[in-house]
């Protein structure tokens, strides 16, 4: 039974502290036999005081007393297991001894709880990178090991397989991040996590492309007839948390030019533009009421980049067909990142992380639409607007934004 008071813990603790700091003392001075007797009193006095076995490690570790360091290292992990300066110095020691694959990993395990590069010193800083240099080429060995290991199963995977592989390995060597849906408001159980769905999923997928050079001409009857049509995007006001969307919100640089209002047809609009609604009606679209479908012509002027985001919902997936691309264009979803090419479509998960960007000196123009994700059924899609419809309907608000 623990009968210690307060005071005591603290009179402890202090008498600790104090005898750590003569140890460092004593270390300075080259004492690293009175340093080690020190620190010993230190952690005797205070089992839980993590700067004496720290310490303590370090001169094991100069006199030459691995398992004793190893065992001081131990002692501060056990306070503190992501303590960075215990992990590394288990690391550099592991490395010492020749231990090339336990040293990459314990390297791994430091350099996940590093401090910021410009927060120490240079020693520190020229440890941290010789961890990089050694974990990143146990990295590149071990997944030259599963490739060659894999490569006659690989072989007979289609070319989504292969990708999907290819990301599976990537992040079980923490070389890929792991990217999850985060809808903003509505997630439906069971639906995976994929950044660009494979085509073979979307038969009407060519047809749509095919389309490409008369919804390109409807884009540019719009610019050059209902320009002012085009408006912000983004257009929270003022009193909302803006977060990322501060540089954007009500701003001209990212506008967009919609065919729907609240899941209705802008009549004018869509009678200006058979081709783009001929193109659009053949899809999928969610029909959520109130809320959906989707589809507009989407600008992004020069020098703009759209910060990363997610979407909305889960249930359903965007598309995008390029129409306008100058060079320096780019969008990543998740760990992927994709150049457009005109007339080549994609459909992806919004609620997965995202960004886009143009770097250039002129506008990029893509139609954008939504579509059921295509693993629900028409039961669920049904149940899924009714629920939607309901809960608008109970608290008596009228959306103010598509999903």
Request: aromatic share 8%; with cysteine; proline share 7%.
């Amino acid at each position: 039974m623990n009968t210690m008071g307060a005071s005591d813990r603290s009179a402890a603790l202090q008498d600790a502290a104090n005898r750590n700091q003569a140890a460092m003392r004593a270390m300075a001075a080259g004492d690293l036999v009175g340093a080690e007797a020190a620190l010993l009193h230190a952690v005797g006095i205070a089992q839980n005081y993590l700067p004496a076995w720290l310490n303590l490690a370090a001169v094991r570790r100069q006199r030459n007393d691995l398992d004793g360091a190893f065992e001081a290292i131990r002692q501060a992990l056990t306070l503190d297991g992501r303590n960075f300066g215990a992990l590394m110095m288990s690391a550099t020691m592991l490395e010492r001894e020749g231990h090339a694959v336990p040293a990459a990993l314990a390297y791994g395990a430091a350099l996940a709880n590093a401090p910021p590069d410009e927060a120490v010193d240079a020693a520190t800083l020229q440890a941290i990178q010789r961890g990089r240099e050694v974990h990143g080429a146990y990295t590149k060995q071990l997944g030259e090991h599963i490739h060659g290991t894999i490569a006659a199963a690989e072989s007979d995977c289609t070319v989504a397989e292969r990708r999907r592989i290819d990301s599976f390995i990537r992040m079980t060597l923490r070389d890929q991040p792991r990217y999850q849906q985060s809808p903003s408001e509505y997630y439906y159980p069971g639906l995976p996590p994929i950044e660009f769905f494979d085509r073979s999923e979307f038969p009407w997928l060519e047809e749509f492309e095919a389309q490409t050079d008369a919804v390109r001409a409807e884009l540019m009857n719009a610019l050059h007839e209902h320009e002012a049509d085009f408006t912000p995007y983004i257009h929270y006001g003022d009193h909302m948390p803006l977060d990322q969307w501060r540089e954007l919100n009500n701003s001209p640089r990212w506008t967009s030019y919609e065919f729907y209002r609240q899941g209705q047809p802008i009549a004018d609009r869509c009678e200006r533009a058979p081709a783009t609604l001929r193109a659009v009606r053949a899809l999928p679209q969610a029909d959520v009421p109130l809320r959906s479908p989707v589809a507009m012509y989407s600008a992004l002027q020069p020098r703009t980049r759209i910060p990363p985001h997610t979407g909305v919902a889960n249930f359903r997936l965007v598309v995008h067909l390029p129409l306008v691309l100058p060079p320096g264009c780019g969008f990543r979803v998740g760990s992927e990142t994709r150049e457009w090419r005109i007339g080549e479509g994609w459909v992806f998960d919004d609620t997965i992380e995202h960004e886009a960007w143009n770097d250039s000196d002129q506008p990029r123009y893509i139609f954008i639409c939504d579509i059921w994700n295509p693993r629900l059924s028409p039961q669920e899609r049904a149940a899924i607007a009714g629920v939607i419809a309901a809960t608008d309907a109970f608290n008596g608000t009228v959306p103010s934004a598509h999903i």
